[in-house]
């Protein structure tokens, strides 16, 4: 009978060590270091949690098995993992990381888009940016516009320059959408709260305005001033005769300087030589600049010229304008 107990007793003990053996090693398995360096994870159709664990072991023997099958069945709800790609941080362990692809908490990329940046900037900036896929890169500017379902095959202006989030593996054009949707959403606000009596035909209008507003001025506190200048040109039946259009009108022939001969080219874009507004946006508009197109300040101001200081000295008439030029520019 002794000998039985004792049997008993010694097998007892031996698997008693087993088991604490046993948890050890699993507390060190899946305790232990399992993401080496800060990256982006990517979960791909097919993947799994299974899957992925293997990846992330050095050699999968007949104990990581064990103890990875023991793993999933303690934290079933880490298994459902969501497609997506996701930063994972250095010293996380499996837990860690299969909550996190389990929560859906997609990496979200960045890009920011200059107010009075242009279309073709735009198409530039994109080329090979981080988490996009560039499917608009063959495609001419028409063409996109037609892809977009934008009737307008001049995208100048349609789109709201500011910063986008987007997860890994957004398309181009996606990213263009949204961003025109945006652009589309608060310029048809903003047309519905407008001043009485601009004269603005249309939201589109307004915009073209806003865009040579965006390059006249960076100073958010001159803008209004700057747009009371224009509406009361164009309120007098005045050519608008800005810098800004001229230089867009030239296109890739524009080197940083404008020659007496350039305000005299006639282009569609010419303030110099046509009248009103040209016939798209110079650039891409901020809100500011089409809040200040749609309620400019009340002035009697016609003529403006940069003071040297990143601001404007604005005149009522043709000769302050001038003793202004000799002033502020032809000094220099």
Known sequence: MKKIITAISLLFTILLIACVLFYSRYQSFVSIERVTADHILTVSPGDTAQSIANKMLEEIDLESKVFLRVFFKQNPGITNIKLGSYKVTAGWDFKTLFEHLESGDEFQHKITFIEGSTFKEWRQQLVNVSGLVNDTA?????????FLQIENPKLEGLML????????????????LKSHKKLQAYLEQ?????????????????????????????????????????INRLNKRMRLQTDPTVIYGMGDD????????????????????????????????GKTSIDAALHP???????????GDGGHYFSKNLKEHNRAVRKYILKK
């Open 138 to 146: 063959d495609l001419s500017e028409k063409e996109l516009a037609q």
């Open 161 to 176: 320059p500011e910063t986008y989030f987007y997860p890994q593996g957004t398309l181009v054009s996606a990213l263009y």
């Open 297 to 307: 300040a009340k002035t009697n101001y016609l003529y403006f010229v940069a003071s």
């Open 254 to 285: 524009y080197k940083g300087n404008i020659r007496r001969k350039h305000l005299r080219q006639k282009t569609d874009y010419n303030t110099y030589v046509i009248r009103g507004l040209p016939p798209t946006p110079i650039a891409m508009v």
């Open 190 to 230: 903003a047309w519905e709260t407008r001043d009485k009596n601009l004269p603005l035909k249309t939201p589109y209008e307004a915009l073209i305005l806003a865009s040579i507003i965006e390059k006249e001025t960076g100073l958010e506190s001159e803008r209004t001033t700057v747009a009371s200048v224009f």
